[in-house]
């Protein structure tokens, strides 16, 4: 059908760039969503009256079914008024008189009324077959071929079918009215056409001044590119050749080792994995923690081991120093956290609580904290001092396998084996937001300096920038070809250093700004469990 999805059932004037037939209501709408409309073609117009003409042939044979249906009525009634005539004559002509009597008593108009009812039956029937043919003879005149569509006038067709209805009076009467109407109708059409042409131009304009300014901005980046190129692999090619000139930390197998500018001594005494390593640069000091069940302490400026701390029973998965450099707190898969003297090396302070090995320990800035994270899924606020628990933090649905403390101390961050980063009020401990966007284990995280950004270190190869605020990523890094099991910002938030884990093997510095990685460290044997910058 050549009619327009108009639910006025308007009549189709245009034909869109998107293939759909449009009215006067419809036009303005599909020019506004970038659409080009033109005015229909002959041929268009031609199925469009074929479609008109068989509509109303459909019509017609519908009309001549009712014809024939009211014929058959009629005819059934008229023959049923014979039958019971005919039965009337035959009931007279047996009531003929055969004695003088009945002679005398006989009517003869009654024998007539057969002969009446045939000849009142004959006039209708044949009325009804005149009027049955009317409606054949027009439908056999419809158009059949294009030929034919071409010279076919649709009124002439209709005016001699009323005509021979007998509804010719009624038409004239109305014709007027329909004619007044048709011509406002091409008025509107002429109007809406003008508006589309107008329409159009101005589309084609717009889009011509759009080539010209997408065309200027491809030039001008083109020449920005053509200089700026050179200039940029330059300043990346001195960026890759960077030597951090300040101490990494990085703990892999049974070594620690330190690189220092040119140098890059290997602390040896652990007997198992080193884990976990931290340092404190007021005490001059590196502590690490190891599968071997001990918490080592050593000097940064000679490599020399001081004190060895035992007391887990299992291996230790994370150490941390207090700001002060008298304390040091290690967690381990015994499930206890314990406090150390870092002048006596004793055991100040054991912490039971956890119902799984608690995997990473933090320190607040001013002393007064203890966050831990475990494998049972939650969080743990302790109290440095007393040993005291204060709150239990719930929220992950997986082992906590990071923890780090804001350096204003409001806030925790966490980082789970469930893929998120979450962010708890230290003081309420109530859960400010969620980061989703790992698709593996989140094995560290750290926060910094300024508390702007937090970033994580996944098994999914990527090490994720966060905005504090927005909870947005702003960067991902990617570089590693393993998981990412060690996150951790220089003191001076320039720089981040990141460990890399099986098949990768690696420690990687990263411009903190750009999210350039500026130097690849490849001299590891195992996972990179644990990393530190100055």
Known sequence: MMQPNCPSGCRAISKCSCGELLCGHMVLGHIKQGHSASVLTEAEEVNKVLSIISCKRQEITQLRELILSEVEKVTYEQLTKLKKLSDVAVESCSA??????????FRPSDFLILSEVEKVTYEQLTKLKKLSDVVVESCSAMPTTLGQVTQFR??????QLISQLGFKNQLQEVQPQTEQITES????????QERITALTNELEEAKKKNEQLQKQLNDSSQVKTKYQKPQKEKELAQRKNLKVELPTLVSVGADIRVRQGSQNRVLKGHTNYVWSVALSQKAGILVSASGDSTVRVWSLSTGEQILVLEGHSKGVWSVAVSSSSNAVVSGSTDRTIRVWNLVSGETNLVLKGHAGGVRSVAISNRGQYIVSGSADTTLRVWNLTTGEAIRVLRGHSGWVLSVAISKTNQ??????????????SLTSGDLIRVFKAHSGAVNSVAISSDEEFIVSGSDDKTIRVWSFTSGETTQVLRGHTGGVLSVNLSSDGKYLVSGGGSKDNSVRVWDFSTGEQVQEIQ????????????
């Open 154 to 159: 649709p009124s002439d067709f209709f005016n």
């Open 185 to 192: 109708y091409k008025q509107k059409e002429r109007v809406f």
């Open 96 to 105: 003929m008189p055969t004695t003088l009597g009945q002679v005398t008593q």
């Open 411 to 424: 806030f925790i961050v966490s980082g789970s084996h469930d893929c998120t980063v979450r962010v708890w």
């Open 523 to 534: 001299e590891y044997t195992g996972s990179v469990w644990s990393v530190n910058l100055i």
